[in-house]
């Protein structure tokens, strides 16, 4: 069965970072995650198709991601770049946020914020990426490990007080349980997970919530960017799309499986919000795994 490598990271013992800085035609490393967090920068390498989770697109000139989860596979393929002068930063590195430790002190809490919405993968707009390039590009030439390291943090800092930044996967392929919600608004959330297979309706989630529908409409799409029902289908989706990647049931089992009503029903909605079919999903994520 074809599955994703687990990488072990260079970083050891009392290593706070690993910084690659390398220029190349092409990638060829496969999917894979690891335990440590990592911040990857790529550029001049329009084509290439980034992979992070269940998000699959397709970068332009400039790519930055922070991904802080080990469980969260991810790659950049070749796909159609034909760029000859790729350069890609790739830094891991390994943060402390347990309890009483310094990070989770109040000059950091922009930053501890980021590094737990980087657990679905958090892509950068470009405004983002010009804030941080200079020290980007001049991060691996820095020998002294106290300076290399009070850079990247700034790097990290700053990135954390940019708008526009996006997850990649969603909540449910990466097996993430947001808990930074209100206690409504998880109530809610806890009953959808639990019963996403069945029929949800608007009163039910509203009557869990103690609010009228029009009012928990309203406070939903506050405080989640979406409508009850567009939540349903993503969450849906998400644990559908890991089953495509994890499973060998067929299409059809894993769309009822889900709380599809029907299989065109199914591949319908799914080529919508993903792009592809689902059987077109399942082959392109299984081509770059590979046996271990």
Same mark, same amino acid.
């Given at each position: $069965?074809?599955?994703?490598?687990? %990488? ?13 800085? !390398? ?40 790519? /930055? #991601?922070?991904? =802080? ?5 991810? #790659? ?5 770049? #034909?760029? %000859?002068?790729?350069?890609? +930063? =790739? ?12 990070? /989770? ?13 980087? !657990?679905?993968? /958090? ?10 390039? @200079? ?32 997850? /990649?996967?969603? =909540? ?12 409504? +608004? @998880? ?23 103690? $609010? ?30 890991? $089953? ?23 591949? !319908?909605?799914?080529?919508? !919000? ?13 081509? =770059?795994?590979?046996?271990?």
């Amino acid at each position: $069965m074809s599955k994703v490598i687990h %990488e072990i990271s260079p970083l050891m013992g009392k290593d706070l970072l690993y910084i690659a800085d !390398r220029r190349k035609r092409e990638f060829t490393y496969p999917i894979h995650n690891h335990e440590v967090y990592e911040l990857n920068f790529v550029e001049h390498a329009p084509g290439v198709r980034r992979i992070v989770g269940d998000s699959s697109e397709v970068i332009g000139e400039y790519d /930055l #991601v922070l991904i =802080t989860s080990p469980d969260l596979e991810h #790659v950049w393929e070749q796909n159609t770049c #034909v760029s %000859e002068t790729i350069r890609e +930063v =790739t830094v891991q590195f390994d943060l402390n946020l347990d309890e009483d430790h310094i990070f /989770l002190r109040n000059p950091f809490s922009s930053l501890r914020k980021m590094l737990l919405e980087a !657990r679905k993968g /958090l892509c950068f707009p470009m405004d983002a990426i010009m804030r941080v390039y @200079q020290q980007l590009d001049t991060l691996s030439s820095i020998k002294d490990g106290f300076y290399a390291f009070t850079q990247f943090l700034t790097i990290l800092y700053e990135l954390s007080l940019c708008e526009g930044a996006r997850s /990649l996967a969603s =909540t449910s392929f990466a097996k993430i349980d947001v808990s930074s919600d209100s206690r409504r +608004v @998880q109530r809610v959330k806890s009953f959808i997970d639990q019963n996403y297979k069945d029929e949800i309706r608007l009163t039910q989630v509203a009557e869990i919530a103690g $609010m009228s529908s029009s009012a928990f409409s309203r406070f939903f799409k506050l405080h989640t960017g979406r409508t009850l029902s567009e939540y349903v289908i993503d969450l849906r989706l998400g644990y559908a799309s890991r $089953m495509l990647v994890d499973s060998t049931n067929s299409i059809a089992e894993i769309g009822y499986s889900c709380g599809f009503n029907n299989l065109s029903n199914f591949n !319908r909605i799914f080529k919508k !919000r993903k792009g592809c079919s689902p059987s077109e999903f399942r082959e392109n994520y299984r081509k =770059t795994r590979i046996i271990v």
